[in-house]
């Protein structure tokens, strides 16, 4: 079964910086593209990038170029998203979502991360 | 950028009635498109992608149409589990923007 494990909550201060993780199982990710996407409370989707594990090549939305940093270690089967220099504009919730090649779709998704950026 | 306008943003139907939801992309995407809902607290699912092809599982009721710039998702006698966000997000060249969404209420 196809399954994306996302880490849990995060309350995090103003400025601070902070790593995501997304574990998969049912698949190896090397076969896919992996992306993130963030949505603030009651707000639609924004797609922030995707990596495409096996050769490490990333693609980002300029608006969150500097911000986002996607990783991936397909020895743990795990993508990663890092934010950095938090502000309250990236309280959210952010969503890792598996492309399969070809497919032009994510068509599994995981359950989502809450980030809360207070002091 | 590539840039999604999606059509209403808020829908107000019955159970048994049949909806359409447009998203105009501003320049041809040639099919590559995807349709998402999202209930309310839950992760999106995919129910269409390259424009036409249903997902698995996904009820027949539901079809994504269109070519070009203008892409539909209908949804034929829509029932209760069929409440919730809809939104559309183009394949054509990053990044791969998503339009503005479509809540869908039970009237």
């Known amino acids: 079964e196809v399954q994306l494990q996302q880490s849990g909550a995060e309350l995090v201060k103003p400025g601070a910086s902070v790593k995501l993780s997304c574990t998969a199982s049912?698949?190896?990710?090397?076969?896919?593209?992996m992306h993130w996407v963030k949505q603030r409370p009651e707000q639609g989707l924004e797609w922030i990038g995707r990596?495409?594990?096996?050769?490490?090549?990333?693609k980002y939305d300029p608006k969150f170029q500097g911000k986002a940093t996607i990783t991936a270690d397909t020895s743990s089967n795990t993508a990663y998203l890092q934010l950095s220099s938090l502000t309250s504009e990236d309280t959210a919730v952010y969503y890792c979502?598996?492309?399969?090649?070809?497919?032009?779709?994510?068509?599994?998704w995981g359950q989502g991360t809450s980030v809360t950026v207070s002091s | 950028d590539i840039q999604m306008t999606q059509s209403p943003a808020s829908l107000s139907v019955s159970v048994g009635e049949t909806v359409t939801i447009t998203c105009r992309a501003s320049?041809?995407?040639?099919?590559?498109l995807a349709w998402y809902q999202q209930k309310q607290g839950k992760s999106p699912q995919l129910l269409v992608y390259?424009?036409?092809n249903l997902a698995d599982g996904v009820p027949s009721r539901f079809s994504g149409s269109g070519s070009g710039t203008q892409y539909s998702l209908k949804i034929n006698s829509l029932q209760s589990e069929d409440f919730g966000s809809y939104y559309c997000?183009?394949?054509?060249?990053?990044?791969?923007?998503f339009g503005g969404g479509t809540k869908l209420e039970i009237k």
């Open positions: 390259a424009a036409t």
């Open positions: 049912g698949f190896n990710i090397k076969d896919t593209y």
């Open positions: 997000q183009h394949f054509w060249g990053t990044p791969y923007t």
């Open positions: 320049e041809n995407i040639y099919s590559n």
């Open positions: 990596i495409d594990p096996a050769n490490g090549n990333t």
């Open positions: 979502a598996r492309e399969s090649y070809g497919k032009g779709a994510m068509d599994y």
